[in-house]
């Protein structure tokens, strides 16, 4: 459900909706009867949350007498990214480690919508239903840790039912004791 799709007619638009744009019901159908005989292309626009396009455009011909075509628009489900945060000589994982994922392009809003993420206690961030390249930067350590420049930022490649995995590590801040 919440699939939408536009209808466009070569010949007999006469017979669409207004503006061609139509959403799937409960079921991910939609159901458009009385078109005129002719060719159509079925444009999938947006895919449901979670969900991407597989194949954008559909070609479907009505022919003469009304008869019935059945076309099937399949969605992939999006991928995951994790994102793992571990102290560098022990391996335990940090918690409240701020980071700022973007797409390639800089882009924020279908991710969240500041882009910034915590770790949990685990040390982890998970995001689900996302797609395409992204780029994880450490914004700001816990305190008694510094950010590793050389690994701060991170890009990864996350393909349709995908789960890819990043891990960064912070250094202990050095402490001298003197004792006497």
Known sequence: AGCEVGLDGVIGTSTLTQNGIFTTDSNGEIHISNLAPGAYVITEIKAPQGYVMDQPSTNVVIGEGGDAQTVVIKNSKAGSLVINKLDSLTGEPL????????????DRGYISSNG???TDKDGKIQIDGVVGTLVV???QTIPGYTIDPGSQT???????NDT???????TPSTTLVIEK
């Open 154 to 160: 991170q890009t990864v490649v996350v393909n349709p």
């Open 116 to 118: 910034l993420y915590k």
């Open 164 to 170: 890819q995995t990043l891990t960064f590590y912070n």
């Open 137 to 139: 930067t450490e914004t």
């Open 95 to 106: 918690e409240g480690v701020t980071f700022k994922v973007t797409t390639s392009t800089g």
